[in-house]
């Protein structure tokens, strides 16, 4: 072969390389990508008034929290762009590895973790804090709809167990941290998966009376933790003990009623001003858009959570293969859910479980494991009119 014949070749196959780049970004979600990154600076700005106050009077510099949740903000967005550049499919191939990787990385917390306040969820780097369980619901989503997609037609009984079994490891794993909402994430995310991946009716209903009995059964047995079960029975009786067991949501509920209509403004807001409420950057930064946004920045907010939910739904019905779609249902729960819950929480809806809101909440692990399962569904869109 002559030296010019090979530099057309090369030159053939580097414009071939920029075409396939070009048709997949004309095919990017700008609405997705814009939704997540307004909800992220929103979180910033919100991160920032719920604890500068704070860190002022422990003599520590106002803008701690606000500049690690920058940069946990411009990672997550690297971490979106490299998922989404991933031809998805290789995630099939790595789906059993990722969940492995996921599965080892509960269990190491039990021997090299770092505890607090009676729970031990994190790996302690230096200055920083990596929560495994976080990445918990990307990597199970990966691996159910590696599992299902494997398999063609309804999932068989024992399928179906196969199924359940894949899911109870890193299900048992976190609760056993404990972090029982967490768990809870994972076992809503393999519901939506295994209605998705037409599992049969009768399975379904009978996973669920099985549910229900292991529930009662571990509230008869005592095996949940006492502030666990004072949270679930404290949630039933809202108005009492608002010094103790309800005082986080007593508290929380004050904020956002405060709020009214319009909100007292960003930087005001006497129960985020004074630190009246714990976790408030974390748990209940809810709290602190209702009190300085009121009922039109929250609902404008909750607006935004579901244009996002909408255009995860869009790619699962778009996608052209069921791993994709399988893909795009658990992220879609996985979002769903945490928002539900989390602001739920916020407003006396839903008990007291613990779970982030969606890039709004102050955290590193929460953040990436957002903007990857992001880049995840950007992914499976984005190669929808493309051949393998």
Not at 129 to 143: M, R, T, Y
Not at 178 to 207: F, K, Q, S
Request: hydrophobic share 55%; net charge positive.
């Amino acid at each position: 072969m002559t030296a010019v014949s090979y530099g057309r070749e090369v030159a053939l196959s580097s414009r071939r390389e920029r075409r396939s780049l070009l048709a997949l970004l004309r095919h990017v979600d700008l609405v997705l990508v814009g939704s997540a990154l307004a909800l992220a600076l929103l979180g910033i700005v919100l991160v920032y008034t719920a604890t500068r106050d704070a860190l002022v009077q422990q003599g520590l510099s106002s803008h701690y929290y606000l500049e690690r949740q920058a940069l946990w903000v411009v990672v997550g967005i690297v971490v979106m762009v490299v998922v989404a550049s991933i031809d998805y499919h290789k995630f099939r191939n790595w789906g059993y590895g990722i969940y492995g990787l996921v599965v080892l990385g509960l269990a190491g917390v039990f021997v090299v973790g770092k505890s607090a306040l009676g729970a031990q969820r994190w790996y302690g780097l230096g200055p920083l804090q990596l929560q495994p369980s976080e990445f918990a619901a990307l990597g199970l989503i990966v691996a159910l709809a590696t599992y299902c997609s494997r398999r063609r037609g309804v999932l068989s009984l024992r399928e179906t167990a196969g199924l359940l079994a894949l899911a109870a490891v890193p299900m048992l794993l976190v609760y056993k941290q404990p972090d029982l909402g967490t768990a809870i994430v994972l076992g809503v995310t393999l519901a939506a998966v295994m209605l998705a991946a037409e599992v049969r009716l009768r399975h379904l209903l009978l996973l669920a009376v099985l549910v229900a009995v292991a529930f009662v059964a571990a509230l008869e047995l005592h095996l949940l933790h006492s502030y666990q079960l004072s949270r679930l029975t404290s949630f039933l009786h809202q108005n009492q003990d608002i010094q103790g067991a309800n005082y986080e949501l007593y508290t929380t509920k004050l904020a956002i009623s405060a709020g009214g209509l319009k909100g007292v403004g960003l930087g005001h807001g006497l129960a985020t001003d004074l630190s009246l409420i714990p976790n408030q950057s974390t748990d209940f930064i809810f709290s602190a858009l209702g009190e300085q946004l009121g009922f039109i920045g929250s609902a404008a907010v909750i607006g935004l959570f579901g244009l996002l939910a909408f255009r995860i739904l869009r790619a699962a019905q778009t996608a052209r293969d069921s791993f994709g779609r399988l893909l795009c249902v658990g992220a879609l729960a996985f979002f769903a859910f945490s928002v539900f819950e989390n602001i739920g929480m916020n407003i006396g809806l839903m008990p007291i479980t613990g779970i982030p809101l969606p890039f709004l909440s102050y955290g590193g692990s929460a953040t990436f494991a957002f903007f990857a399962t992001i880049g995840l569904v950007l992914n499976v869109e984005m190669r929808r009119v493309t051949r393998r």
